[in-house]
């Protein structure tokens, strides 16, 4: 449903899908062909009852993949997808019969980030890192919404990856400058959801943020159990964090 929702509605290629999904193409192809096959008589209506969340969470995951697609483009294309990503959760979350704190934390997750936009390029189009971007350049006002829609996601009656995403998101987004990050509090975030997902990129970042975290033999010791088995799409992020643990090691040494 998510890639089939990619390629039909936004014309993705086959290469970001996979990317976004932590597959090859290959593999994409064929679950694209069994897609239409499978939904080729389903209805379009928006379901009720028990078939309701799980559609959701497809239409949730597919909202995120298009979001991230427009973060890695360039400054024209990534304003393109990131808002249209951002409008179509907030409608999802505004929705009577979709209605759902899931959905407001993701309206949240995509708000919080979508807000940095502003001051993610520089005046040439290149990308800014998070520790060298002008926080005053943020949008104020998404941040805002964000956390409003991160408010209205706490009655949730228990916590989805959307809200500790998000709530990693806030920490970020509500941290007076790099260096006043609570590493500690994001590790503690990544800790709850690699119990809800296992795979590759939650424990990934899990490892980032234990070495921001000052733990940074604990994240080499991670990260070199993961590199194995880690994606391809995610092989050169699990490289260069091995190779920051290892320098904040050295550091430790002196």
Same mark, same amino acid.
């Given at each position: 449903q998510?890639?089939?929702?990619l390629?039909a509605?936004?014309?993705?290629?086959l290469?970001?899908?996979?990317?976004?999904?932590?597959t090859?193409?290959?593999a994409l192809?064929?679950?694209?062909?069994?897609?239409?096959?499978?939904?080729?008589?389903?209805?379009?209506?928006v379901?009720?009852?028990?078939?309701?969340?799980?559609?959701?969470?497809?239409?949730?995951?597919?909202?995120?993949?298009?979001?991230n697609?427009g973060?890695?483009a360039?400054?024209?294309?990534? #304003?393109?997808?990131?808002?249209? !990503?951002? /409008? =179509?959760? @907030? +409608?999802? $979350?505004?929705?009577? *019969?979709?209605a759902?704190?899931?959905?407001?934390?993701?309206a949240?997750?995509?708000?919080?980030?979508?807000?940095?936009?502003?001051?993610?390029?520089?005046?040439?189009?290149?990308?800014?890192?998070?520790?060298?971007?002008p926080?005053?350049?943020?949008?104020?006002?998404m941040?805002?919404?964000?956390?409003?829609?991160?408010?209205?996601a706490?009655?949730?009656?228990?916590?989805?990856?959307?809200?500790?995403?998000?709530?990693?998101?806030?920490?970020?987004?509500?941290?007076?400058?790099?260096?006043?990050?609570n590493?500690?509090?994001?590790?503690?975030?990544?800790?709850?959801?690699? #119990?809800?997902?296992?795979?590759? !990129?939650? /424990? =990934?970042? @899990? +490892?980032? $943020?234990?070495?921001? *975290?000052?733990?940074?033999?604990?994240?080499?010791?991670?990260?070199?159990?993961?590199?194995?088995?880690?994606?391809?799409?995610?092989?050169?992020?699990?490289?260069?964090?091995?190779?920051?643990?290892?320098?904040?090691?050295?550091?430790?040494?002196?």
């Amino acid at each position: 449903q998510v890639a089939l929702a990619l390629r039909a509605l936004r014309g993705f290629d086959l290469s970001v899908i996979a990317d976004g999904l932590l597959t090859n193409e290959a593999a994409l192809a064929q679950r694209l062909a069994r897609a239409r096959t499978v939904l080729r008589d389903v209805s379009l209506a928006v379901p009720a009852g028990h078939e309701l969340a799980p559609r959701r969470n497809a239409v949730l995951h597919a909202l995120l993949l298009m979001f991230n697609a427009g973060w890695q483009a360039d400054a024209e294309r990534a #304003r393109e997808l990131c808002w249209d !990503a951002i /409008r =179509l959760a @907030r +409608a999802l $979350a505004a929705h009577p *019969a979709a209605a759902h704190p899931d959905a407001d934390a993701l309206a949240a997750l995509l708000l919080l980030h979508g807000a940095r936009l502003t001051g993610r390029h520089d005046d040439a189009g290149d990308i800014v890192p998070l520790p060298g971007q002008p926080r005053d350049r943020w949008d104020q006002g998404m941040l805002r919404l964000g956390i409003t829609h991160l408010a209205r996601a706490r009655k949730a009656a228990a916590l989805s990856r959307w809200h500790l995403q998000a709530g990693i998101a806030a920490e970020h987004a509500m941290a007076a400058d790099y260096a006043s990050t609570n590493w500690p509090r994001i590790v503690g975030y990544y800790e709850a959801l690699v #119990r809800i997902d296992t795979g590759a !990129a939650p /424990r =990934l970042s @899990r +490892a980032i $943020a234990l070495a921001e *975290a000052g733990e940074p033999a604990q994240a080499r010791q991670m990260l070199q159990a993961l590199l194995p088995s880690v994606p391809d799409a995610l092989r050169a992020h699990a490289h260069a964090a091995l190779s920051h643990a290892h320098a904040r090691l050295e550091e430790h040494h002196q």
